[in-house]
């Protein structure tokens, strides 16, 4: 009974940061007169004066978490603190559904993309700077921020630090210094988001503009304030600011922060993941360029270069913009772009999926066994970067790529039961589940996640609910044994 009060406390001061979000919105929406002050007054004095009740009536609570109750906490501060954050669109459009308002929040805070919003352009300023808000802070997870905010209240984050992680930091580099690799994996993060700003304006977007790409960017999450995404501004320009930045968002950002300190280059060359990201991205970029020019798809190479790119890079890093209706490619360009949405990105990273590290483990454990099968007798270990990989992690690995298929499978049969074709279910599942944004056909770039039933919508919230928090946080929970002391 202990560990719930302690849960809510905690999810107290997670909704209480909510309505410093949606403060910030109400300050726009004011200056801007967009017509949505009222929502955004609503919202934040709900929201605040929720989480103050909850934090203030559990404030004798035990100041730690259980390993159960870190799992626990994880699921709900996605899942139920969002709840909260529909209040400015319920409120400000009456006659969304509450399925729908859900959707889009979730799609935000997991940095997923898809929309089931029409006519974007005609948004309030201060509704597209929320999505866009929320988005950015769920790029590195809202439990990381907690985890740099609970010490300070007494509160230990270890727990919550193993349970949902953003950085490979190991385990041993954390302890007890959670809340410093917390804060910087932020500064990181923000200061990055300011130098993509600044870029994007110089590229030839407004200010607004900007901040809201940036925000999307950096978290890959892909929102636009626009309907036609990117391809409203038909910039070269910005086109390559986005495409770099969300190489940028698709690594380590532990990395980024090592390479500040130190002001150099070298921990990018050191991290065998980033050289797997640009390898199997950039690649990929010339080889559906090609495709696209032998399938005379755009009138020269260089043209099908430049969608390909970008259209590819903002798939694979699953963010989720676009500039082009790739869903009329050649079949195997979007293809192959959701494939590297399943693998394209680092721990550490923004992004969703299996996370390249996983990708790597595996293919060199295959290789292994082939040479075990070659060399029955002989003893050769799993190395990587020159350390060898302990068996048990091998093992974790394998078990969640395994339970990470058969989520796919299930959730694509689920969407193929109501009815729905199977591309555009399959597509669905993938994007959501990677966190990656549009699929292909109903949910094409050309369309939206609007198009949905109210039962689909709901399997494609719980995919990105289940991909965000790479799957055990959710299914550990429904294990009896979890429970037991």
């Not at 889009?104 to 808000?133: C, K, Q, Y």
Request: glycine residues 8%.
């Amino acid at each position: 009974m202990s560990s719930i009060f302690t849960i809510v406390h905690i999810l107290g001061v997670v909704i209480m940061g909510f309505s410093g979000l949606m403060a910030t919105c109400l300050i726009t929406s004011k200056i801007a007169e967009d017509g949505a002050t009222s929502a955004f007054y609503e919202g934040t004095a709900i929201t605040l004066l929720t989480g103050f009740l909850m934090f203030f009536v559990t404030q004798n609570a035990p100041k730690k978490v259980s390993k159960q109750g870190g799992f626990l906490l994880v699921t709900m501060c996605w899942s139920l603190a969002s709840l909260f954050c529909t209040l400015p669109f319920m409120l400000q459009l009456p006659e969304l559904k509450f399925v729908d308002a859900y959707f889009e929040v979730i799609s935000a805070l997991t940095t997923t993309g898809g929309t089931i919003f029409s006519g974007i352009d005609n948004l309030p300023m201060s509704i597209n700077l929320w999505r866009h808000e929320l988005t950015w802070f769920g790029g590195m997870g809202i439990i990381v921020f907690a985890v740099a905010v609970l010490p300070i209240l007494g509160v230990g984050g270890m727990q919550l630090f193993k349970s949902e992680s953003p950085g490979a930091v190991k385990e041993s580099d954390m302890s007890p210094r959670v809340a410093q690799v917390a804060k910087s994996l932020w500064t990181a993060y923000v200061i990055i988001t300011i130098i993509c700003i600044i870029s994007l304006n110089l590229a030839g977007m407004s200010w607004f503009d900007s901040i809201c790409h940036a925000f999307a960017a950096m978290s890959l999450g892909g929102f636009s304030t626009h309907d036609a995404s990117i391809g409203f501004f038909n910039s070269l320009q910005i086109e390559i600011v986005l495409t770099v930045f969300q190489l940028i968002s698709a690594m380590n950002f532990a990395t980024h922060f090592l390479a500040m300190k130190k002001g150099s280059f070298s921990p990018y060359v050191k991290d065998i993941e980033v050289r797997g990201v640009l390898f199997v991205i950039l690649s990929s970029c010339v080889l559906a360029a090609g495709v696209l020019w032998h399938n005379d798809t755009y009138p020269d190479f260089f043209t099908c270069l430049r969608h390909a790119t970008f259209n590819l890079v903002t798939v694979a890093t699953t963010s989720g913009f676009m500039t082009q209706d790739f869903n009329q490619w050649p079949i195997f360009v979007p293809m192959w772009m959701l494939f590297l949405s399943c693998i394209s990105v680092s721990t550490g990273s923004t992004g969703g999926g299996i996370r390249m590290i996983r990708s790597i483990i595996l293919m060199k454990q295959a290789r292994l066994e082939m040479f075990k099968f070659i060399h029955p007798y002989a003893f050769k270990p799993l190395k990587i970067g020159g350390n060898v990989i302990n068996e048990n992690i091998v093992a974790s690995v394998t078990g969640f790529i395994f339970l990470y298929f058969m989520c796919i499978v299930a959730l694509v049969f689920t969407m193929l039961f109501s009815g729905l074709d199977f591309i555009t279910s399959f597509s669905a599942i993938i994007a959501c589940f990677n966190n990656a944004g549009p699929g292909l056909n109903l949910v094409g770039p050309a369309s939206n996640y609007g198009v949905l039933s109210d039962f689909q919508t709901a399997v494609c919230t719980f995919a990105m609910l289940l991909g965000r928090v790479q799957i055990f946080s959710i299914v550990i929970l429904f294990v009896p044994e979890f429970w037991r002391k």
